[in-house]
Each structure stands twice: as C-alpha cells, then as structure tokens.
C-alpha cells in the first residue's frame, strides 16, 4: 500500500506489534478528547477480530519504521465504519492522511461495500473548554471538516448522536455523522445508516439497545427512504435550525 515515498501504509496483524503502542500515542496527542476514542489498550483486540466485525488498524510508516500516523475502521455487513483516523503533528502536510484514507477505501471496494461513514464534531456545539483543548493540541475543528470533505466525505442531513457518553454518560450531541460514497453519490439510503450503526453499536451497547437506538435514529429522520448528503463543511439541517 504505497503513499507517496518513502512513506508506506500498512495493516496490522499482530496484536504484539509495537507499532500498536506508537499509534496510540500519535491518537492521544492528536485529538482533543483522546478519552473519547477507542483505548490504546483495546487495539490488540481489534487486529485480532471478534463477531461479525471486521476491524482494521492501518499504519504509516517511513523507511525507518517510525509510526507517523494511523486509522482505525471497521467493515461492516452493510458498510464501514472509520472511527479514527490521526498524522503526528511533525509528519502533517505531506499527504499521509490521504493515503491512509485511500488504502482504507480500497480494503472497502474490495469487501463489496458502498461506502465510509465516519463522526466529526462540528464547532458551533462545541464548548468554550473544548474548543481550548483544540487548541492545545494544535487542532482547528472547521479545518478538519474541510479537510474531510477533500477526501470525499459528506455530512448525511439528520439528526445523528453517539448514544453514550460525556461525564453523565448521556449521549453526545456535538457530533455529525459523515458519508464517504464510493460513487459520489448525493444520498444515502437511510436504511444503510441505521444498518450500519446499529452494526457498530452492536458489541458496544448490546443487541436490544443497539436496535433501540437505530430505530430512534430513523425516527429523527423522518419518512424518507433517502437522506441528502451536504458538503462536509456544514452541519445538519436539524442542527442548524437550532441556532
């Protein structure tokens, strides 16, 4: 999986591989609210693999060996589900989260699936406290919404939270849930959402409360079959009446 050399993508196999512990790092220093990700310590699991998710954790490297950014996605029976995706800061501008993006697609096409989803906040329902943790991190959240949008993702036009999280553990609201079509579609069904994310809440929220919550999602949406995907840039219709 080349990258414009001398840097290479690879995927991690061994869940003893030391570049696992090198990715985990560049994940806590490279976003905000680190705890909100997966745990460094849960990535031998995820090489591995478990249920019907097919996990994936993508490494790039240069000819040395030193770990200059990763992804973490899984495939999915109806599509994927990228869930990070991060550059050391000394090693940004040279096209390595690209090509991290790129491999992974190309892992998609080959498991006959139609696309990427993904979650991104969006600024305006960030705190001021978030917001300064951006900020110590070197991190701006309408810079990376562009840049998500230059590799093809598409914010999908409905109301769309993680169900658990944040300190009273209620559910996350800053969040916009993104599409990245392999055709370049303008719409996603929204029977492939709710597919896919009660998929990926599966083994997180169990199978009762994963239904529960896809069937609410649908819900918010509406009587449609098809949801509008809008540029990467902007946040949803729902959320931009609320403001």
């Known amino acids: 999986m080349p990258v414009s050399a001398p840097v290479t993508v690879r995927r991690i196999t061994d869940p003893q591989d030391p570049a696992l512990a090198a990715f985990g790092r560049i994940q806590e220093a490279s976003y905000y ?14 090489v591995v693999g478990f249920g019907e998710r097919q ?11 030193t770990v200059l950014g990763g992804t973490i996605y899984s495939l999915l029976p ?4 990228n869930s990070f995706m991060g550059v ?27 696309g990427m989803f993904a979650d991104s906040v969006h600024a305006s329902r960030q705190s001021a406290s978030e917001q300064a943790g951006e900020r110590r991190v070197g991190t701006d959240p309408v810079v990376r919404r562009r840049q998500l949008h230059a590799l093809g993702f598409r914010t999908v036009d409905l109301p769309y939270w993680q169900p658990v999280g944040g300190p009273g553990g209620g559910p996350l609201k800053d969040l916009d849930l993104l599409y990245c079509a392999l055709d370049g579609s303008d ?20 199978p009762e409360r994963a239904a529960a919550e896809a069937k609410a999602l649908a819900q918010r949406a509406g009587a449609v ?11 949803p219709g729902y959320w931009a009446q609320q403001h």
Do not use: N
Request: aromatic share 6%; with cysteine; charged share 20%.
């Open 33 to 46: 609210a680190p705890d909100m990700l997966i745990p460094p310590e849960y990535f031998p699991r995820l």
């Open 187 to 206: 719409a996603v069904s929204l029977s492939l959402v709710t597919q896919t994310m009660q998929s990926y809440w599966h083994d997180w929220l169990g």
């Open 88 to 114: 050391a800061r000394e090693a940004q501008g040279q096209g390595i989260g690209r090509g991290l993006h790129q491999a992974s697609l190309e892992d998609v096409r080959g498991a006959g699936l139609s």
């Open 225 to 235: 079959e098809d949801v509008a995907l809008l540029p990467a840039t902007q946040t």
């Open 78 to 81: 109806a599509a994927c589900f």
């Open 55 to 65: 996990d994936r954790l993508l490494v790039a490297e240069d000819e040395a060996g």
